[in-house]
């Protein structure tokens, strides 16, 4: 079957086609960055006007990639959330419209679902069963993942997640919108250990995080520099982030392969791409003997080729699929509500 996949979650308009036999045939994706950047952030309604703009041309465009037409979609999978309300509408309207317009039926998807299934995309994808670190915009959380809808949370963010963290960190160093990816970028250039920064819960014993504290110690460490940051203390304060940032997430996801006895770990979501986090992960998979999986590059951020798969294999675990026209979007929706498992 050919699924039609559309993400309108937050700043991203994406579609995709995939198909159950083959795999991605296509994606088209439009990112809204430097529109928001002269706003310092996501502004929503511009947000969902430019979807509305986004959405038919980019249709188009992965449609022809593929050298399909829209008679051959068999089901249309979109985001039903989380994200931003007026964002989900344009996605959720346009699937409903276009399914009833072609007598299909629609896959309503969970956004970080659609994260944490993005690395079967790749060319040598993870197997059941995994632990999972999804670190994607305001959710940082550990899963043991069993299988599509199998899903047990091993520990989650209690306050800032690990991307708001960047973003806003990178915002105290005066880096324009989006902060995080700069940060990332910037931290390459400063020299390791210039500034200590708190792990926090490191030692908490449980797979819980917690980061607001780092960034409140950025905030600290901006504050003792006065109104002239240099190039210099920026690259430092960067490194000094990351490194504790990273350092975290380690951990945590070690405990979790041990706590779980499982060998694969899959990183999911935008803070995935981090390339130090990466290394570490990598190196820290050689000594151990574990394996590390992650998303493509282009995969990272929020796409349509993940939802096109992902509303791919639940009609595969036996998800039906729903008759067109009767749609609700979910803002907030905690992703244990699609799991079989329950919440531990």
Known sequence: MLVLGIESSCDETGIALYDSAAGLLSHALYSQVAMHAEYGGVVPELASRDHIRRVVPLLREALSKAGRSLTDVGAVAYTRGPGLAGALLVGCAFAEALALALDKPTIPVHHLEGHLLS??????????????????????????????????????????????????????????????????????????????????????????????????????????????????????????????????????????????????????????ANQQLRSTLNNEAKRKHFRVYYPELEFCTDNGAMIALAGCLRLQSGTPAKEAGQFAIQPRWPLMEMSTKGCT
């Open 119 to 272: 690395p079967l995309l790749s060319s040598d994808p993870p197997t059941f069963p995994f632990v999972a670190l999804l670190v994607s915009g305001g959710h940082t959380q550990l899963m043991r993942v069993d299988g599509v809808g199998e899903y047990e949370l091993l520990g989650e963010t209690l306050d800032d997640a690990a991307g708001e963290a960047f973003d806003k960190s990178g915002k105290l160093l005066g880096l324009p919108y989006p902060g995080g990816a700069l940060l990332s970028k910037l931290a390459v250039q400063g020299k390791p250990e210039v500034y200590k920064l708190p792990r926090p819960m490191l030692h908490s014993g449980d797979l819980n995080f917690s980061f607001s504290g780092l960034k409140t110690a950025v905030l600290m460490l901006v504050r003792e520099q006065g109104d002239d940051l240099s190039d210099e203390f920026k690259a430092n304060a960067a490194r000094a982030f990351q490194e504790a940032m990273v350092e975290v997430l380690l951990k945590k996801s070690l405990m979790a392969l041990k706590q779980t006895g499982l060998k694969q770990l899959v990183v999911a979501g935008g803070v995935g």
